[in-house]
């Protein structure tokens, strides 16, 4: 029953973020703001985790492929499809739910105990438009950017370290990651990390605008913003999986 | 003026204030005065519009809150002004960005106009220094000062005030609560004041309202109000020893 009361209110909050913005050009700004906060400020993560995963994956496909039946440009398209199916958008929206979720749903929930966002309402501004929807929109924009870069820095990750560690020569790598290339796959990976934005997001935001109490609970909105925008994800990673590969 | 007429208010079945009613006039500056928990808060907040009243009537110079579409609502909106318990200054903008915020939100003039009025409602707060320091770096009696610019700054009609001393020294605290009756009378401002202290009763308070569990329990002047006969205000006001003696 908690559960279909949380889905009214959750939709009742996006049908508040998505209106028009007071002032558009302090809406501008306020985007701009938080692409760096919560885009760009990112970068760094994403460039470790994604060398390194590209790194491992291909170090594991190659000590796993000793079948000399097997070419071994398998390994830079195993490689290559790992990031873009799954690394790049999903794993990548999981890690950064981790860092933006938890962000954005305590920044939210410490303005809420505080009374900030009670003010914003009493000086007549839609608080939920206000301070979700560039937070929405910024996230919308670059998480999608990111995941194409974490992705070729996946395979660059691969390339260096499958010769570096023998399992693969680099003539082959390359052969690999251009054998039968489906630019679909590209568009599935964006559409993916699109939606998982979005979900990251607005449930992250959804736990911190809903606060009741002090710090505490403001800790405790964060840590669930995290967990049920994990579960979220997953869930639609399944469902976009179906709808989109099938 | 503000009229309030027989307001309800409850949380999840709970009733936290029933059956208040009263007026509040220009230029004056009103208390509400009550133990902590009587829902001095939650009355402000519901006739503020905050919080939606479940029962009663709430008039603002004639024009009834009940009875205001959402558009109605926040124009009326930018001619209140509302001081938090906790100042509720936003903590990623600077004190003067802070005091801007409603300017920029509403206002259509000159960039000079806004650092102007920034200026003149800083300086009515006697805050000269600190413009650029942001809330955490601020004391809580500034803080208070600021949230209080922040709410004169559109030029309200009407300014709530959410226990603007709490947690402050007595010197502090007497100056920020004749701040508010100075402002309250230099522009006519329709003031309410939620306080359980007894220094800005008898100080600044001209009407003063007793909330007592969530009911409208007595109302009069600060001088009636040292001579009440009403058990439960008595027990309220002569509660410390300082004040017990005084009576004496
Ligand atoms: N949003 C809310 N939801 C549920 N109950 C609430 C809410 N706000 C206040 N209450 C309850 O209403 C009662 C009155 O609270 P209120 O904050 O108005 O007290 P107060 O008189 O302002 O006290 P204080 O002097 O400590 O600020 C309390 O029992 C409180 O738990
Ligand atoms: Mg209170």
Redesign the pocket.
Known sequence: MRFFEHIGKYLFLLRKIFSKPERFKIFMKQVLQEIELLGLNSIGLVVIISLFSGAVITLQLGYNMDNPFLPSYLIGMGNRETMLLEFSSTILCLILTGKIGSQVASEIGSMRVTEQIDSLEMMGINSANYLILPKVVAVLLILPLLSIVSAFLGIAGGLVAGPLAGVVKIADYIEGITFVFKPFYVFFAVVKTFVFSFIMVTISSYFGYNV?GGALEVGKASTNAVVTSSIFILIFDLILTQLLLQ | MIAINNIGKS??G?Q??SGISSTFENGKTHLII????????????TISGL?QADSGAIDFDGRSLMDMNQKEQKLLRQEIGMVF?GGALFDSLSVADNVRFPLDMFWDVSEAEKRDRVDFCLERVKIVDAHNKFPAELSGGMQKRVAIARAIALNPKYLFC??PN?GLDPVTAIVIDNLIAEITAEFGITTII?T?DMNSVMEIGEKILF?HK?HKEWEGSSKEVLNTENEALNSFIFSSKLTAQLKK
């Open positions: 009741e | 949380f999840g709970k936290i204030i009550g133990q902590s928990g009587s829902g001095k808060t939650v009355l402000l907040k919080y318990q959410d226990e709490s939620n359980h909330i969530g």
